[in-house]
């Protein structure tokens, strides 16, 4: 009886190797998994957002008559980001009107907040006053519509043009 039960003992201790075992690989696999998702949305989100600026830049340019340049320029002092860094920015031009703008597809606050920063960066580099600071994104978080509203810039987002039909119900 002693023996049958040692016996029982090692089947168990056994099985429970096992099952470790296949716990670590699954866990293997999840995070495998979960990096590859992760890495699929960052590249998804980097073409949608040119592709969407690129369709932007294309009406304003071919339907309203407007110069839009896409500015890639390098901070050497370190005055945006803390250390030299590239700063990119979009332009708007017409008849002399500047607009700087960032088209992005989410903007946090602290996007806000970097994209207020690289503008009077620009003005600074460039000496020139902006008319307006843009925002184009289709999502905006609502702690970065304070910030644009306490540096007077303004916000096209998917949520101003959906309004209540966004929150109303039948």
Same mark, same amino acid.
């Given at each position: 009886m002693l023996r049958r039960l040692g016996e029982m003992d +090692?089947?168990?201790a056994e099985i429970e190797r096992k099952w470790a075992e296949q716990a670590r690989r699954l866990d293997a696999v999840e995070r495998k998994f979960d990096s590859t998702i992760g !890495? *699929?949305?960052a590249r998804w989100g980097l073409h949608s957002e040119e592709t969407f600026r690129s369709a *932007?830049?294309?009406i304003l340019t071919d339907f309203f008559n407007l110069e839009v340049v896409q500015v890639n320029e390098y901070d050497e002092t370190g005055e945006v980001f803390g250390r030299p860094e590239q700063i990119e920015l979009d332009l708007i031009i017409k008849n002399g009107t500047l607009l700087i703008c960032e088209i992005k *597809?989410? @903007?946090s606050? !602290?996007? @806000?907040? *970097?994209f207020e920063r690289k503008a009077r960066w620009y003005e600074r580099c460039h000496e020139r006053q902006a008319d307006q600071l843009m925002v184009i994104s289709p999502m905006v978080d609502a702690r970065a519509r304070k910030v644009a509203e306490r540096f007077n810039i303004i916000v096209y987002s998917f949520a101003d043009d959906a309004g209540m039909a966004l %929150? +109303? %119900? +039948?």
């Open positions: +090692e089947r168990h !890495a *699929l949305g *932007l830049r294309g *597809l989410s @903007m606050k !602290a996007d @806000m907040y *970097l %929150t +109303e %119900t +039948e």
